[in-house]
């Protein structure tokens, strides 16, 4: 589940982190991982809500808020994952194929170098794209296959989708190929 929003209750001893869950089902007493942006931890739920309802179990494609117990509420922040433990780690190198928005919608030439913002699930992050040899420049509408490198780790599947900015503007889209680091 992507950590779209934290909060902490009962003065700091509940942490309750809300999101969709992707995969998969999570209930009470289950353990789970916080894997990203620096962050590794091992938590337990405590309790599950949906619309302010209390539930035993939440499966994929559900709007919930988990709570949990015996974690600092700086331990968690969003974009961050929750996991099973094991299932999905977190990573700073990637190769991608990617795809430029048109001029118009906002996509720059992109050259080795040059610093993007990638977002992935809920995850910001600056990330250094690097294009293969023999190619210069990718421009608006095209697309190729690059090497991004991120200055924090985030939790990164092959085969999942990003986008990202440029100039501080929706640039283009991207799919991992493969995890290098």
């Known amino acids: 589940m992507p950590v779209e929003d934290v909060f902490c209750l009962q003065q700091g001893r509940v942490v309750m982190a809300t999101g969709r ?6 209930r009470k007493g289950d353990a789970v991982e916080i894997i990203g942006l620096g962050g590794s931890a091992t938590a337990h ?3 599950i809500e949906q619309d302010h309802m209390s539930i035993g179990e939440a499966r994929a494609e559900m709007n919930v808020a988990v709570l949990l117990r015996g974690i600092a509420a700086d331990a968690i922040e ?5 996991a099973a433990p094991g299932s999905v780690s977190a990573h700073t190198g990637f190769t991608s194929d990617i795809t430029l928005l048109s001029e118009e919608q906002g996509g720059a030439d992109v050259v080795s170098g040059d610093r993007l913002c990638v977002h992935a699930r809920t995850a910001a992050v600056l990330g250094t ?9 990718v421009r608006p509408l095209h697309g190729a296959e690059v090497t991004v490198v991120l200055e924090e780790p985030v939790a990164l599947e092959e085969g999942q989708s990003f986008a ?5 503007r929706a640039a283009g889209s991207g799919t991992v190929i493969e995890l290098l680091f």
């Open 21 to 26: 869950i992707e995969r998969g089902r999570v």
């Open 129 to 137: 794209v690097t294009l293969p040899e023999g190619v210069d420049i």
């Open 45 to 47: 739920i405590a309790d």
């Open 78 to 82: 969003r974009g961050q994952v929750l």
């Open 164 to 168: 990202f900015r440029h100039h501080g």
